[in-house]
């Protein structure tokens, strides 16, 4: 079912849908989307997922990647989050290894490989605890939306001058700050995090977005085919960005638009992207 609840007066959508994703993708016009953020099942045997041999997941992730492909606008970008698949004899399958040579097949041009630090997890007795996951970023060719401004976080040294040749005497950096890099330090959707529903692996708005603020404009259109509990199109909506997607459980998809609706009504809370993180050796954690 598909369901256009709401479609606002101001100069953005949301459309969101209890579907399979090919089935929804399917409606979707060529090259209509600007950024497509998703984080797809990692095969692991979550609640929401059969655990399929390794073959079929690929095979799974190949159908629904040509048509993100076929719907991203040429100056898009597509943002594929995961971790690892966990095969036999508990063997780590890094699945961005894996599924980089299907963006490849479709000639996309990988940007970053952006790495997701975050401090709670589960604490491994047989290997060391996994505290990062990655986020793919690939373009469709190299004209593509990057607002840097958007997304500059302080500067370590702001006032730092130049203390000799030509420049000297001026500020050395960007008194808009740095560009954030390709580590992103930011919390996990854990128990006690803000932002927690039901859902077993909600990725952080903040997350994404950096994703939106930096590779789209005000009014573009941010897809997410495995949606879950619509954290990609609170992301969206929060920066005037129309937000899309669907998730085969209609309970998240509930879930999704009452985050939506809180959000219209004002009381929906996301963590802010500029809170520093949690330090236990600060007073009141650095908070
Ligand atoms: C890792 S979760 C995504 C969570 C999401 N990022 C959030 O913050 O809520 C993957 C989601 O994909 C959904 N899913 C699995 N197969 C699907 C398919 N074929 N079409 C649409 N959604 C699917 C699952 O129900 C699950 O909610």
């Known amino acids: 079912m598909t369901a256009t609840l709401f479609s606002l007066e101001t100069d953005y959508t949301v459309d969101m849908a209890v579907m399979d994703n090919l089935d929804y993708l399917h409606k979707i016009p060529d090259e209509s989307i600007h950024l497509i953020v998703t984080s797809p099942p990692y095969n692991i045997g979550k609640k929401y997922?059969?655990?399929?041999?390794?073959e079929h997941y690929i095979a799974e992730q190949a159908a629904?990647?040509?048509?993100?492909?076929?719907?991203?606008?040429?100056?898009?970008?597509?943002?594929?989050?995961?971790?690892?698949?966990?095969?036999?004899?508990?063997e780590v399958i890094p699945l961005d290894a894996i599924l980089y040579p299907l963006f490849?097949?479709?000639?996309?041009?990988?940007?970053?490989?952006?790495?997701?630090?975050?401090?709670h997890g589960l604490h491994c007795k047989y290997r060391f605890s996994g505290r990062y996951e990655t986020i793919m970023w690939f373009t469709k060719s190299s004209d593509y939306t990057?607002?840097?401004?958007?997304?500059?976080?302080?500067?370590?040294y702001p006032g730092k001058k130049y203390f000799k040749g030509p420049r000297k005497g001026q500020y050395s950096c960007?008194?808009?700050?740095?560009?954030?890099?390709?580590?992103?330090?930011?919390?996990?959707?854990?128990?006690?995090?803000?932002?927690?529903?039901?859902?077993?692996?909600?990725?952080?708005?903040?997350?994404?977005?950096?994703?939106?603020?930096?590779?789209t404009n005000e009014g573009d259109t941010v897809l997410d085919p495995y949606l879950g509990v619509g954290s990609t199109v609170i992301a969206a909506i929060k920066n005037n960005r129309s937000g899309c997607g669907c998730d085969t459980v209609a309970?998240?998809?509930?879930i999704a638009w009452d985050r939506v609706n809180q959000y219209w009504e004002g009381t929906l809370k996301t963590r802010p992207m500029d809170r520093p993180i949690y330090d236990p050796t600060l007073p009141g954690g650095g908070q």
């Open 174 to 215: 960007n008194p808009l700050g740095k560009n954030p890099g390709d580590v992103w330090v930011i919390p996990n959707v854990k128990a006690n995090h803000c932002e927690k529903t039901i859902h077993p692996c909600q990725f952080p708005v903040e997350l994404v977005e950096r994703l939106v603020l930096a590779l």
């Open 49 to 54: 997922e059969k655990k399929a041999l390794l």
């Open 251 to 254: 309970e998240y998809i509930e």
């Open 146 to 156: 990057f607002n840097l401004d958007a997304v500059r976080v302080p500067s370590k």
């Open 64 to 90: 629904t990647i040509a048509e993100c492909v076929r719907v991203l606008h040429p100056k898009g970008s597509l943002c594929w989050q995961v971790g690892n698949h966990i095969g036999s004899d508990k």
């Open 104 to 119: 490849k097949e479709h000639d996309l041009i990988m940007r970053n490989r952006i790495i997701w630090h975050f401090e």
